[in-house]
C-alpha cells in the first residue's frame, strides 16, 4: 500500500531557529495537503500543492512540491511557541480511490 | 471555515459494551465522511469511508462487524464501537471533505474535535 514518511520524527528548537519537515511518498501524487494538530487537538488543514516544483508561503511558512511530485517540504522561519504541534501532510492514492493517507508526522517542540 | 462537530468528547465505558459515536457537519453536506484512529503520538489511520445512502468502505484490517458505520444522513455519521475491549482505548476522529461535490482528490478536509474512548 501506499506509504508516507515523514523526517524528522520529533524536532526540538530554539525559539526564533528555522525548522523543517519533509514528506516522502513510494509514488507519485496528484496533490498534497499538510496540516498541523496542536496537542491535544484535531488537524486543521494549512495549505493544499498541486503543482509540481510549487512553492506556497503562508507568513512565516513555506511548502514546497518536488519536481518530481513525490515529495514535500514544511519550512517554518524564526519559529515562535504558537508552531508547537504535529505537522502531517496527507496524500491520495495513486489508484484515484476518493480517501487521504496521513503521514507518520513530525512533532515540533520550541523552547522559549 | 467549515464546521464538524462530534460527540461525545469523552467517554470510558466498561469492557463488552458498546459505544456510539457522532460526527456531524454543522454547515455544510457531506455525502463522504471519513473515520480515523489516533494513538498517543502516533499519525491518524484511516478505518473507513462512510458513505451517505451506502455501505462504508473499510481498510484492510478493520472489523466491519466491530465498528459499524451509519451514514444515515447527509450531515450525519456514527461509529459505533461493538463489544469494545481495552485495546480498542484511542481517539477516534471524524472528517468531512469539503469541495465542489466531484469527490477530488483536493476537497479540503475539515475534522471534528475527536473522541477520547477508555475501555476499562
Known amino acids: 500500500g501506499q506509504q508516507v514518511m515523514q523526517i524528522p520524527q520529533y524536532q526540538h528548537v530554539q525559539e526564533g531557529e528555522d525548522f523543517t519537515t519533509y514528506c516522502n511518498s513510494s509514488t507519485t501524487l496528484s496533490n498534497i495537503q499538510w496540516y498541523k494538530q496542536r496537542p491535544g487537538g484535531h488537524p486543521v488543514f494549512l495549505i493544499q500543492l498541486v503543482k509540481s516544483g510549487e512553492v506556497k508561503k503562508q507568513k512565516r511558512l513555506t511548502f514546497q512540491f518536488g519536481e518530481a511530485k513525490k515529495n514535500s517540504s514544511l519550512h517554518i522561519t524564526a519559529t515562535q511557541t504558537t508552531d508547537v504541534g504535529t505537522y502531517f501532510c496527507a496524500v491520495t492514492p495513486t489508484s484515484g480511490t476518493y480517501k487521504y493517507i496521513f503521514g507518520t508526522g513530525t512533532r515540533l517542540k520550541v523552547l522559549a | 471555515g467549515a464546521v464538524v462537530s462530534q460527540h461525545p468528547s469523552r467517554v470510558i465505558c466498561k469492557s463488552g459494551t458498546s459505544v456510539k459515536i457522532e460526527c456531524r457537519s454543522l454547515?455544510?453536506?457531506?455525502?463522504?465522511m471519513f473515520w480515523y484512529r489516533q494513538f498517543p503520538k502516533q499519525s491518524l489511520m484511516l478505518m473507513a469511508t462512510s458513505n451517505e445512502g451506502s455501505k462504508a468502505t473499510y481498510e484492510q484490517g478493520v472489523e466491519k462487524d466491530k465498528f459499524l458505520i451509519n451514514h444515515a444522513s447527509l450531515t450525519l455519521s456514527t461509529l459505533t464501537v461493538t463489544s469494545a475491549h481495552p485495546e480498542d482505548s484511542s481517539f477516534y476522529i471524524c472528517?468531512?471533505?469539503?469541495?465542489?461535490?466531484?469527490?477530488?482528490?483536493?476537497?479540503?478536509?475539515?475534522f471534528g474535535p475527536g473522541t477520547r474512548l477508555t475501555v476499562l
Open positions: 472528517s468531512a471533505p469539503r469541495g465542489g461535490g466531484a469527490r477530488l482528490s483536493t476537497d479540503t478536509q475539515y
Open positions: 454547515d455544510f453536506q457531506a455525502t463522504t
